[in-house]
C-alpha cells in the first residue's frame, strides 16, 4: 500500500486553516443564540461572527490535539478565547479608545449599535467566555485543568495582560520618544499574552507536563512578538483594502513601531529569527507539531 498516512504527506496549511475556521465558526454560531433581550445578543453575535481569521482558537486545538487531546476537549476553551479577543476589539474600537469605524471591513460594534450596548456586548462576551469554559468542558478533562484554564485565561486578559497592555498603548499615544522596551512590554502584553494562553490552555487541557508548559509558553511568546512586527509591517505595506481593520484610519499617523525603529527589512528578519526560535521549541514533540510549526511560518508570510 503506497498510499501515505495523513501524516506522512505534505502538510497542507490552507486546507488545515479553512476546516478549523469552519469548525470554529460552527462553534461560535452555536455557543451565542438570539434570545430576549435580542438587541444585546444581535451585537454580540455582530462583532463574534464578522469573519476574524480564528487563528486563537484554532491555536488552542491544535495545541491541545499535539499534547494528544481532542478537539472537543478544547472547543470551549477555544471559543472562550475567540470571545475575549472580540470582546477586546469591540472596546479597542469605542470612541473612548482608538475610535475606529471599521474593523475586519465592516462597521464596528459601537457604530451599529450604539457605545452603551457596544460596552455591554464586550462584558457579555468576556462573561460568557469564562461560563463557557466552566460548563461545557467535556467530563472527560479533569476539573483541576479546567481550573487552571480559567485562571491562565484570567491572568491573560487582566491588568497582567491586556488590559495593562492597553492602558500603556493609551499612555503612548502620541509620543515619539516611546523606547523599543515600552514598545515591547505594550505587545507582550496586548497580542502575546492571549496568543501564549490559547497554546497554554489547549496544552493543560490535554495534560501537558509542566516542561511541557513551559516549551509551549516559549512557542506563543515567541510567535506573539513576531505576530504584532507583522502586523506592524503590515500596517505600512498592505493596502487599505487588504487590511478592512484600518479603513477610515489615517495611515500616516505617526507612532512608534517595530518597522519605526528598525526599518522594514531588519524588522522582518527579526520576525524570521522569532519564528525560528519558536518552532525549536516544538522539535521534542516530533510530527504531531506540523500544523503549530506551519501556523508559526504563516504568521510572518499572512498577508492579513
Ligand atoms: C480584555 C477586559 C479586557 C479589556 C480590553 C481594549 C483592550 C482591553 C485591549 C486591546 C487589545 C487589542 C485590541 C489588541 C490587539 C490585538 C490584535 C493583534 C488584533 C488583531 O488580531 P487578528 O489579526 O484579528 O487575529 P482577526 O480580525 O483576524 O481576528
Known amino acids: 500500500n503506497l498510499q501515505k498516512t495523513p501524516q506522512e504527506a505534505t502538510f497542507n496549511l490552507l486546507a488545515y486553516l479553512k476546516e478549523r475556521q469552519k469548525i470554529c465558526e460552527a462553534a461560535l454560531d452555536k455557543a451565542i443564540p438570539i434570545i ?3 438587541k444585546i445578543y444581535e451585537s454580540m453575535r455582530y462583532s463574534l461572527l464578522a469573519g476574524g481569521k480564528r487563528l486563537r482558537p484554532i ?4 495545541t491541545c490535539e499535539m499534547m494528544g487531546g481532542t478537539i472537543e476537549m478544547a472547543m470551549p476553551a477555544a471559543c472562550a478565547v475567540e470571545m475575549i479577543h472580540t470582546m477586546s476589539l469591540i472596546h479597542d474600537d469605542l470612541p473612548a479608545m482608538d475610535n475606529d469605524d471599521y474593523r475586519r471591513g465592516k462597521l464596528t460594534n459601537h457604530k451599529i449599535y450604539g457605545d452603551a450596548v457596544a460596552i455591554l456586548a464586550g462584558d457579555g462576551l468576556l462573561a460568557y467566555a469564562f461560563e463557557m469554559v466552566a460548563t461545557q468542558t467535556p467530563d472527560s478533562v479533569p476539573k483541576d485543568r479546567v481550573l487552571q484554564v480559567v485562571a491562565r485565561l484570567g491572568r491573560a486578559l487582566g491588568a497582567a495582560g491586556l488590559v495593562g497592555g492597553q492602558v500603556v498603548d493609551l499612555d503612548s499615544e502620541g509620543k515619539l520618544d516611546i523606547s523599543l522596551e515600552t514598545l515591547t512590554f ?3 502584553h496586548k497580542t502575546a499574552a492571549l496568543l ?6 489547549g496544552g493543560i487541557i490535554a495534560g501537558a507536563s509542566p516542561e511541557d508548559v513551559q516549551r509551549l509558553t516559549r512557542y506563543s511568546q515567541n510567535i506573539g512578538l513576531a505576530f ?3 502586523d506592524d509591517i503590515l500596517d505600512i505595506t498592505a493596502t487599505t483594502e487588504q487590511l478592512g481593520k484600518s479603513a477610515g484610519k489615517d495611515l500616516t499617523a505617526k507612532k512608534v513601531t517595530y518597522p519605526s525603529l528598525w526599518g522594514i527589512e531588519e524588522s522582518r528578519t527579526k520576525a524570521q529569527q522569532l519564528i525560528e526560535a519558536a518552532c525549536a521549541e516544538l522539535k521534542p514533540f516530533g510530527k504531531p507539531a506540523q500544523p503549530l510549526e506551519a501556523i508559526a511560518h504563516f504568521i510572518t508570510s499572512r498577508n492579513n
Do not use: D, G, R, T
Open 36 to 38: 430576549y433581550p435580542e
Open 196 to 201: 501564549e494562553a490559547c497554546v497554554v490552555c
Open 228 to 230: 504584532q512586527i507583522v
Open 186 to 188: 505594550i505587545h507582550n
Open 59 to 62: 491555536l488552542c486545538l491544535a
